[in-house]
């Protein structure tokens, strides 16, 4: 309303820049499919065409004389189609437009021409002028295919426009709506036309046959706006308070699958397709004489393959089923006998020659044979909406909020499970398992609903087929996914455009696309192949894949992990860091030492000083505690293994570093008087050095102190009988401690360059010490033995200085 086009980065959500011209409101404004141009519509009663990379006006189509509601560039062609409260809709020729340069000099060359010419210059002329309408149009759109023009005006009519080069001329009026048409268009794939009103409804016509075909309507709403979204089967209307977005038929096709035959509904046939083949065949007409609304699709479909009998069940006036019986030889004939029909939501085959069909207001079912009469009666254990197949002899019955497994020959509940509302059900091939597919989970029970486990969605879940290993294939709005029977699960591929999974044959998928085409998809299944083999245990299978491909990633790595596999994990990383982690998880020291070694941090080092200490393997702790120059560690460690050579050693080092505790706790681990109180003295403690060296019998030390001290002599207890502190010797001295038993994985020595293979189990653990091989030279070439390799460059002093 403020004259001005904006145009906009719609990802950064600014304004790029801003197209100014108009004299008043601007109704509409569209992109053109190809060229840089955009079309306007305003109440200054024209229409402008801008070059939005010049930024310029590149023509005014001058004519109309009242507002004009909409203007639009034709899907393929050099037209524009415009709609004007003046009561007529027009056609314009642009193709001289597209003659000329689109360069900016051009563009201001044409606006000299435009302001020399009230007739909208030479770019663009009018080449038809559509009258019949009574009041004014609000809007036309044309065919995307099609010569076709539609209109919707204040005369409440929708009129159906036909053109070729030389005129254009009225078809039809539909008639139905009771206030202004705002908009009205035609469907993009299919032969209909949608309007809608400020009489708060959309009305969908059928174009061949110009009749009403639904009508959808809002209690308080008027509609203003459609659009359609350009390849899917989505619309949405804009009303006062929003807008909605609606699909009108379920796109879902019908389908049943029988070993390697799949039978599905799609244009009104009943359509046959050999997996093995890959060839599809049309068989039998499913096309209702005389029907009027949409929605007719089939909604289920099952197959009965010894007889060769299909049964069909759509919402068509309010549940019916039909009975097709087709002769074997008669694939792709259509000389066949009519159709058996009857009222009923849901039917299936529950035996060779048998079906069951649902009576929702008697809560029953009745049993039916191949000539649609009725056999038996039989009422249900649940106020049952829907039945499903569920093995012979049995229904899976659905109510709101539970599935229910029920032999109708005995009349017993065999299984009972509470759900969420049941959309779709897959059982696997051998009938042990079945999956519950509801909008946003799958529960996976076995044949009696035995919980097994959940899985949960935000988006919608759409299909699913159960492979030859037991794995549960689903696909989502917008993902191929899996489910493996532990609760497991994972990506398989992600989707352009939702598809129906049909069947599961090693990496193929079958699919049925929303058109009803069949389509075949290769996945790699490397992934939950991996799993499964895991889950159940088959290490064979896992060396080979580990062997073999290329299976990698950080998400394997986590699961082996989370599993209890680090050691498997082990052999795909080649990230330093995660195989330290990995390593020391499965308690593998050789590789642990190695990467600690490559990474050479405190930290990894500190870890390794850790898990060896666990094992007990003292030459590796020692190795990790000089690399970390942690010398209290060390000291500590030298005590316990009784190894006094070098904690006089680490007494020298302390000395070095002028480190006056450590000097004094390695002195105490000694139990080296001399060198205590000399370490007392030199820290200027002359009461705690005179107090050491009398109690221990140093006389001559004790008395020159007491000379230094003089008068502060301090007093020593009387009647106590001093004792020298000792450590008490080690159990074991200076070696590894009784390792512990590090128990080889599954897979060690699966990957050793002598193929060996697998491990066996008696084998596991025989050697428990990793570490043994172990070639720990420092970087100096001092073994590690050598205390002197631990100072910095330079720390050690020359005795003379010491």
Not at 113 to 136: C, I, P, S, W
Not at 236 to 262: N, Q, T
Not at 473 to 493: A, E, F, M, Q, V
Request: proline share 3%; net charge negative; charged share 25%.
């Amino acid at each position: 309303d403020d004259y001005k086009i904006k145009v906009w980065n719609y990802k950064l959500h600014r304004c790029l820049f801003t197209l100014l011209g108009h004299l008043d409101y601007i109704r509409t404004v569209q992109f053109h499919h190809e060229h840089p141009w955009i079309v306007s519509a305003s109440d200054d009663q024209t229409i402008r065409i801008w070059n939005w990379q010049s930024r310029t006006c590149i023509s005014v189509l001058t004519g109309h004389n009242h507002y004009v509601m909409c203007a639009s560039f034709h899907p393929k062609e050099d037209l524009v189609v415009s709609a004007s409260l003046d009561q007529t809709v027009r056609v314009w020729d642009i193709g001289s437009l597209k003659k000329k340069g689109a360069s900016p000099a051009d563009d201001i060359l044409r606006l000299s021409q435009m302001n020399t010419d009230l007739f909208g210059g030479v770019d663009a002329v009018v080449k038809y002028v559509l009258e019949g309408h009574d009041r004014g149009v609000n809007w036309a759109a044309f065919h995307p295919t099609l010569p076709l023009i539609v209109s919707g005006a204040d005369d409440r009519q929708v009129k159906l426009w036909r053109m070729n080069d030389t005129k254009a001329w009225e078809v039809d009026t539909l008639r139905g709506h009771m206030n202004n048409v705002s908009c009205v268009m035609f469907h993009a794939k299919q032969d209909i036309i949608v309007s809608n009103s400020e009489d708060k409804s959309i009305r969908v016509w059928d174009a061949t046959k110009r009749t009403g075909l639904q009508t959808f309507r809002r209690e308080h709403d008027r509609f203003w706006i459609l659009a359609a979204h350009p390849e899917i089967n989505l619309l949405a209307a804009g009303h006062d308070s929003g807008m909605i977005v609606f699909k009108l038929e379920r796109e879902r096709p019908a389908f049943a699958v029988s070993g390697d035959s799949l039978f599905y509904a799609k244009d009104r046939f009943l359509r046959y397709y050999d997996f093995a083949t890959q060839k599809e065949t049309q068989i039998v007409p499913i096309r209702r004489p005389g029907s009027t609304t949409l929605n007719q699709c089939p909604r289920t479909l099952s197959y009965s393959p010894t007889e060769n009998a299909v049964l069909i069940c759509s919402d068509v006036d309010g549940g019916t089923y039909e009975l097709y019986q087709i002769p074997k030889d008669s694939i792709g004939r259509s000389d066949l006998q009519e159709a058996k029909r009857g009222p009923g939501s849901s039917a299936i085959f529950v035996a060779r020659n048998r079906f069951a069909v649902l009576d929702k207001s008697n809560n029953q079912v009745l049993i039916k044979n191949l000539k649609n009469e009725v056999v038996k009666k039989s009422g249900l254990p649940v106020p049952t909406d829907a039945i499903f197949y569920a093995g012979t002899g049995n229904l899976l019955c659905r109510s709101d909020d539970r599935v229910v497994v029920f032999d109708l020959q005995q009349r017993l509940v065999l299984g009972d499970l509470q759900t969420p509302f049941v959309k779709y059900v897959v059982w696997s091939s051998d009938m042990e398992s079945v999956a519950l597919l509801s909008k946003h989970s799958i529960i996976i029970t076995s044949k009696k609903l035995v919980h097994q486990c959940t899985f949960h969605e935000t988006i919608r879940v759409k299909s699913g087929a159960w492979d030859e290993n037991g794995v549960f294939i689903y696909t989502t709005l917008n993902h191929i996914k899996y489910c493996l029977p532990n609760g497991d699960s994972g990506i398989i591929r992600t989707l352009d455009v939702p598809i129906y999974l049909t069947k599961v044959s090693g990496n193929k998928i079958f699919c049925l696309d929303r058109d009803g085409k069949n389509k075949t998809l290769v996945i790699d299944a490397t992934e939950y192949i991996f799993k499964l083999s895991l889950l159940r245990k088959r290490y064979d299978h896992v060396m080979s894949m580990i062997r073999n491909s290329q299976l990698c990633g950080e998400a394997v790595i986590a699961y082996l992990q989370q599993k209890g596999f680090p050691e498997v994990a082990l052999h795909f990383v080649k990230d330093e860091k995660t195989r330290f982690n990995l390593a020391i998880e499965s308690g593998n020291i050789q590789i642990a030492v190695a990467s600690a070694k490559e990474i050479d941090d405190k930290d990894h080092w500190y870890r390794l000083g850790v898990e060896a200490l666990r094992q007990g393997n003292a030459g590796i702790v020692e190795y990790a505690y000089q690399r970390t120059k942690n010398f209290e560690r060390l000291s500590f460690l030298y005590l316990i293994n009784g190894n006094l050579e070098k904690l006089s050693k680490m007494l020298k080092i302390a000395e070095v570093k002028n480190d006056v505790m450590g000097q004094f706790h390695n002195a105490l681990y000694l139990g080296d008087i001399q060198e205590r109180v000399k370490i007392l003295e030199n820290a200027g403690h002359l009461p705690l050095a005179y107090v050491t060296a009398s109690v221990h019998g140093l006389h001559d030390v004790a008395e020159r102190l007491a000379a230094e001290l003089g008068d502060d002599v301090p007093s020593l207890p009387e009647g106590k009988k001093p004792s020298l502190l000792m450590p008490p010797a080690p159990v074991i001295c200076c070696g590894d401690w009784p390792l512990l038993r590090v128990m080889k994985g599954i897979f060690e020595g699966g990957f050793d360059s002598t193929g060996r293979g697998v491990v066996d189990e008696e084998e596991e653990g025989a050697d428990g010490d990793w570490g043994e091989d172990l070639d720990m030279v420092d970087a100096d070439g001092l073994q590690n033995g050598d205390v002197t390799a631990i100072l910095e460059d330079g720390e050690v002093a020359e005795d003379n200085e010491e």
